[in-house]
T-cell receptor
Framework: GAVVSQHPSRVICKSGTSVKIECRSL??????MFWYRQFPKQSLMLMAT?????????EQGVEKDKFLINHASLTLSTLTVTSAHPEDSSFYIC?????????????FGPGTRLLVL | AQSVTQLGSHVSVSEGALVLLRCNYS??????LFWYVQYPNQGLQLLLK??????LVKGINDFEAEFKKSETSFHLTKPSAHMSDAAEYFC???????????????FGTGTRLTIIP
């Protein structure tokens, strides 16, 4: 099956710094990537949807200036948490889809655990 | 709008016993429904999906789910639980497409399955 990787798997940073998380589709070209956030023992909350070559579409309540998403190629999307604060600590998961929804499944990455001190 | 309700945040079954995880959905469009499994500190893995074909859907690891429109349900079952089935399970429903044609997933709050030896 299709494989999606994320890097890093875990990151600890100081408050006020920025952190970049990469999401890669390893064996397919992802026209669309999704970024989710998951709090402990809770469900996944969609943050934004990014289409290759276009600006990301953010969900209501998600600050686009704080969570910068770049989908510059068909195999890579990045999420940058700018000026991170302890409340940004969470598990961030990306998913990628190759083509039209009716034919394709979202494949999820293994997640990145962010801890802001 | 669409939503998913998973009854029971925690379910415990004995090894070898039947597994039943409940999911009810609400959707303004004909639903596509999914079950995902998440192991600790990992991303989501697709177990199975319903896309308007057969109402009884078989997935990996002997899991299956039945779509019942009259009950708006998509419960997940497995005849005989194995210790390796211990994980978090999420039901999800596809939503309406946005301006880019992206159809987002809405997840339930998850059910933690514990297997008793």
């Amino acid at each position: 099956g299709a494989v999606v990787s994320q890097h890093p798997s875990r990151v600890i940073c100081k408050s006020g710094t920025s952190v970049k998380i990469e999401c890669r589709s390893l064996d397919f070209q992802a026209t669309t990537m999704f970024w989710y956030r998951q709090f402990p023992k809770q469900s996944l909350m969609l943050m934004a949807t990014s289409n290759e070559g276009s600006k990301a579409t953010y969900e209501q309540g998600v600050e686009k200036d704080k969570f910068l998403i770049n989908h510059a190629s068909l195999t890579l999307s990045t999420l940058t948490v700018t000026s991170a604060h302890p409340e940004d600590s969470s598990f961030y998961i990306c998913s990628a889809r190759e083509g039209p929804w009716s034919e394709e499944t979202q494949y999820f990455g293994p997640g990145t655990r962010l801890l802001v001190l | 709008a669409q939503s998913v309700t998973q009854l029971g945040s925690h379910v415990s079954v004995s090894e070898g016993a039947l597994v039943l995880l409940r999911c009810n959905y609400s959707s303004s469009v004909p639903p596509y429904l999914f079950w995902y499994v998440q192991y600790p500190n990992q991303g989501l893995q697709l177990l199975l999906k319903y896309t308007s074909a057969a109402t009884l859907v078989k997935g990996i690891n002997d899991f299956e789910a039945e779509f019942k429109k009259s009950e708006t349900s998509f419960h997940l079952t497995k005849p005989s639980a194995h210790m390796s089935d211990a994980a978090e399970y999420f039901c999800a429903v596809r939503g309406r497409p946005d301006n880019f044609g992206n159809e987002k997933l809405t997840f339930g709050t998850g059910t933690r399955l514990t297997i008793i030896p």
